[in-house]
């Protein structure tokens, strides 16, 4: 349920934070969740990874979408990237690295702080 | 363990943010900029553009209310109380489409490029400063603020582009400052005036003088005189007609009795001049028509008028579609961006147009200082101190800011040092009428609100530079044109050849009247014209210049406006994209006769026959104009190059009159012969050679002939984004006929920057585009909607409205400003 429930705090956060802040909240919010309340380094990857992810594909989606690729079509050919679809694909995917390396940083200073007892308890 | 863990973890995460938040080369600093929330999917457009929605904003600093309406290509019209409301509004509109082509032309001007674009934009940017578009945009500043009308519309027109910027969050940014990594700065009046002088430096920023000094000293003044020539020696079709009275006693002309021959100031030292930026030939195609005719020769029995200003096609336009209207004015037209007002355009009453005069207002002088600290310089038998303007040019990604310490004489500023690296000529300095002081806005708004022939001529007295031919025609009938600016009063040929900066004798001394500038007035013929050739015949008592653009297009506007009855603006029309090649016509069966008498191989036959057989129309389609364009470049070059090129020094060919005369009329002329080669070249081996010369060039470039050798293939006109770098905002490939030396003067990448024609009579009926829209962002709808109908020579009818009330069905639209 964790693993869940962090999915949804960066997920919410991020989504919501981003139009008030700067890009670099998908970087601090996993961090910070990660660093709040995280259990194994994979998951702690994975979940920041996929909530950041799911956030930006949703957004570059609706709006590639509502402006029907008018500006990121012509993006992509700048990139030499084949089609709006792929850069959206590239972007989601950098997205969730920079987020799930956050969370995985989060996640070992974590370890600094939290007794082995409590996480390996289940 | 953990603590290595922990620590490489967070450096790595650190790094990567750090890695996404700045710039890598050309790589805009990605986080931002792939952001969905604020990176570039934001510059998006739906096809249903946001033009297309009512808005009511509250503004700062309105006096009272205004009202604009959008038509369905995008174009304001505005309704304002008063003139500060009404230029505040035109501000904030073309910051709204146009914000980023304001910041880059301004920057280009003032040399403020390398703040925002790195160290590859130096040279461009000193270059900038040295030519003094600085202290030529503060001289012309202070006039135009010490006029109470100019000021209070520079002043809006500030504030309208401030209130747009500030409202703008950091996902609207224009996407050029995504893709760059800068932000927009605030508007100033003083860059209302650099894009005055951005435009003086494109239509009268170049120089022969270095060009013609060098071909002095090595052909001698007998050849000179011969091969360069004041006025045209085989045709010409002035833009004064030839015979029009000259109704003023003309000034003397200052020094003419001390007149020393012009190559006093180089004889003594052989050195020869270095090719510099500015003494690079004039690109043909930059250039313009205009033309009116009067009632009698038209269906309604009202004057018809018509402008084509010919520049550098880019995406956005250079120009921006406005109607501005007050209780005292109502104007449409197209205005520059930077710029308030109309600078091209009609009103209720009357109708105007520009198009480039090409007279000589750059010369440069040869300046001897003193020491190297360029304090003093020698000037009429004495050392003579100089000023000095530090210019600060700050270098994006370079802590410090390059220094450059401008020298003016009274001439003007230095240009070029003797000594300096990567230049081998002689101290310069450049006088140049960008550095006189004028109110060019105050022009545009006198005729704004024209109302007749008088307004029109006291609109023109306001005017400097660049020097323009202002086409006119009135309700009440009247047609007119004058060559205006403001001309120095020169001894003849002063300028052609570099000029002694240390004697008197060779100063600017004093000007033309402006009432004697060259105009006519419902002249008998029955029209008027320009298409930037001769301003008059030789008979006009001053000196403008020794050359002027080729006079094909004129001489073709005049034979067919001279043919026209019964005319209409779609007669206009068809004649602004009138194809016709006046050069093919004149030399061309000169030409085939030379290769009539010799063996050509079977493709060679083909080309011939094409060429025999052709119209001598540029269209699209046809494969002639490629051979014939590609011909007469190469045999120019046969003709010339052996003695008039040099890849380091400045050189020119004689002008393109002159070859058509040695062509025509001096067959056995000496410079037939290729002085490289052994052999003796007539002409008519001149002509063999450079054919099959140009057909080998063709199939190098095209593939054998075939379709792909078609016109519009080969000429491959193309319009290209301002940044000239980014490809996917380009226009796709134009499939049109034309041609530099055609009334569709387009080429490559110049041509028709916008086309109007307006019916004058009791209602006013126009009709305009420009090949590209009104907006400026490339994912907007209106980027380049109207190209497609550039592109096939249509045009649109321009919706003039009489009040914001008007129902249309083209008005989509309403945006409300209120006072808050």
Known sequence: ?122 | MKYVKALLSVAFAVFLVFALSRPWGPVPALGPFISPYTGFWQNGEAPFSEHFGDRELELDSLREGVTIRFDDVGVPHIFAQNNYDLYYTQGYVTAKDRLWQMDLQTRAAAGRLSEVLGSRTVEMDRRARRMGMGYGAEVNLKTTMSDPISREALLGYTAGINAYIDQLSAKNVPIEYKLLGYEPEHWTPIKCMYMLEQMTLTLAGRADDLAMTNLLKSLGQGTVNDLFPDYPLLKESPVIPAGTPWNFTPLPIPGTSTKKTTSDSTDTENEMMPAIPLSEPNVEGLGSNNWAISGAKSATGYPILSNDPHLELTLPSIWYQVQLHTPDMNVYGVSLPGIPGVVIGFNQNVAWGVTNVDADVLDLYKIKFRDSTHAEYWYNNAWRKTRKRLEMIAVKGSSDSIRENVIYTHHGPIINYEGEKGYTGPTLAAKWIGHEPGNGFRTFYELNIARNYDDYRKALTYYVGPAQNFVFADNSKNIAITVNGKFPLKRKEQGKFLLDGSNPADDWRGWIPMAQNPTVKNPPRGYVSSANQSSTDPSYPYYINWRFAPPERAIRINERLEQMTQATADSFRVLQNDNFSVLARTILPTLLEYLRTIPLGPFQKVAYQTLADWNMVNSAEAIAPSIFEEWVVTLGSAIWKDEFHSDSLAFRYPTRDRTEYLILKQPDARWFDNVKTPAKETISDIVQQSFKAALDSLTARHGPMSPTWRWADVKDTEIVHLSRALKPFNSKPIRNGGGGSVVNASTHHHGPSWRMVVELGPEPKAYGLYPGGQSGNPASPLYMNMLAKWEKGELNELLFMKSPEEKNSRLQSTWTFKKK
């Open chain 1, 1 to 122: 349920m964790r693993v869940l429930g962090n999915y949804f705090i960066i997920l919410v956060a991020t989504g919501l934070l981003q139009f008030i802040l700067p890009w670099w909240v998908i970087a601090v919010v996993p961090f910070l969740v990660c660093l709040w309340r995280s259990k194994h380094a994979g998951v702690a990857y994975g979940v920041s990874l996929a909530a950041v992810s799911t956030v930006w594909l949703a957004y570059a989606t609706f709006v590639h979408n509502s402006t029907q690729g008018s500006m990121s079509n012509r993006i992509a050919e700048l990139f030499s990237l084949p089609s709006g679809a792929a850069l959206m694909f590239s972007v989601t995917l950098l997205s969730g690295l920079v987020a799930g390396f956050c969370g995985l940083a989060g996640y070992y200073v974590r370890q600094l702080f939290v007794k082995e007892t409590i996480v390996t308890r289940t």
